[in-house]
């Protein structure tokens, strides 16, 4: 069975932190690049933050010092750790992996007082 669970979206107040996990079963993150996206209502989905392989991240500019990316091999899962969060940030995020092309189902994150 090939799966990405996401988990760990809710509801959180501008300025502050929610950490998402993304869990694999049947393929292995460590042969893959490994990205969060993000997709708003009306709007096109987005990169927010990737992992290759080797350990290099990357991010959107929007996100850059608010959001870090890891993946932990051992687990298979990554993760998204989110600070600072503003109402901007509020999107369904996704986990998608390159090598295999398998996307997760999403999680919801909304960001308000």
């Known amino acids: 069975q090939v799966q990405l669970v996401e988990s760990g979206g809710g509801l959180v107040q501008p300025g502050g932190s929610l950490k998402l996990s993304c869990a694999a079963s049947?393929?292995?993150?460590?042969?893959?690049?490994v990205g969060w996206y993000r997709q708003a209502p009306g709007k096109q989905r987005e990169l927010v933050a990737d992992?290759?392989?080797?350990?290099?991240?990357n991010y959107a500019d929007s996100v850059k010092g608010r959001f870090t990316i890891s993946k932990d091999s051992a687990k298979n899962t990554v993760y998204l750790q989110m600070n600072s969060l503003k109402p901007e940030d509020t999107a369904v995020y996704y986990c998608?992996?390159?090598?295999?092309?398998?996307w997760g189902q999403g999680t919801q994150v909304t960001v308000s007082s």
């Open positions: 998608y992996a390159n090598r295999d092309r398998v």
């Open positions: 049947g393929i292995r993150f460590s042969l893959n690049t």
């Open positions: 992992v290759i392989s080797g350990g290099s991240t």
